[in-house]
């Protein structure tokens, strides 16, 4: 259904990457002082439309579109619910909580899932388990004339994923807008994996109309804006195995014991692979890996090879608690941990061709990379903590990165501690995911 040609909709190259570049150097570099008394803004709900209830738990695997428009809610309601819905309770020192299936940011989720389909626009309420129905239209054609490379037959579903700009700022000020790009990316590559899965050809999209897909959804573009769109043809069951049923944030810490080699390996290859976005990156994110405590790997630095499965060496003398400020928590959770996977990236490769909006597409990217690392993780075994609170200046001297390569996100690996944080899951039976 192409009816424009690829690079139609505004690429914000103009000022290439100005902007961008000012508020990398100010803001994105160093995480600030947390205010941990600070909350997130509310998550978004819209009086007055009517609400759909979804069933709860769902049922796995779920019902497929095979089965008609009957089991179309259980289906969507499976998805959602492993996308960014409550799917256990979580006892930690802070209090009882709510558990997600994928991490943020301070455990702000400042993201917001939108869905179009055939039966209208809605607006997925977590905590609720239901959808708003904001139109009962079929919005999918006009959605998708407004993404640069539209896929070329009719979707069956279109996922949106929007960020609350002021969910978590007032507890991590102008660097919070960072996080957001890493957690758009976190929840988009949980989309793709459960799309994949269920066999419906997922596309990420992060070039498009925005204010035209602000203007379909009705948001005040001063609020709330789209950061990411995933497209997909019709699913076939969604069957999840407890690795992502289970998957968590090692919120208890690691267990100073070492990790096998092969396991890391098969994080690393799961990380690698391909992400079927809308774009080509002029430069892909490279891996690294500090270790510490991995068996027949000595301690110190290296770098992936997707090419051939290699971890060359970079440089020794070095540990994952080198990576944070010293003092902080994160050079505690260092060195517990048996290794830290970095993921870096080229900020400069894409200015030119998409100006400012190449900041937040390689942050998103670099989420999507973040999200396998843990799911990956958590199919060996392992417990994984995703962090932004590394010292990028120190990780990338150590590193040895290339010109314009910076360090955009680290996650840290190691047998969780104890049994880990109490919880109570809330979903039902487990298949092989």
Known sequence: MRTAPPGACPAHAENAGAAARRYHARHGRVLPTIDPAAGSTAPKHHPGVPVLPLPFPPTFPSPCADHGRAAFPECLGALLALLNGITRVDWTAAGVGAGRPVPSGGGTYPAEVYTATASGLCHYLPAAHALELLSPADLRDDLARALDRPPLEQPESVLLITSRLDANLARYGLFGHRLQALDTGVLTGQALTLLESAGAAPTAHARFAEEELGRLLGLDSAAERVHAVVTARTPGAITPGAPLLRRRTARSGFEPLPVPSAALRVVLSEAARPVPLDHAAPADCDLYVVAQRVTGLEAGCYRYDPRTGRLVPVTGDLTPRDLFPPGGPGELAGFE??????????????????????YR?????????GQRIGLAAARTGLGAGLRCDVDIAAADTVLSTRPDRTTLLAVLLGPERGSGTPACHLLGREGPL
């Open 337 to 358: 941990a048996a290794c830290a996977v970095l993921v870096t990236g080229d900020y400069e490769a894409g200015y030119p061709g998409d100006g400012d909006h190449w």
């Open 361 to 369: 597409m390689l942050n998103l990217r670099a989420g999507v990379i």
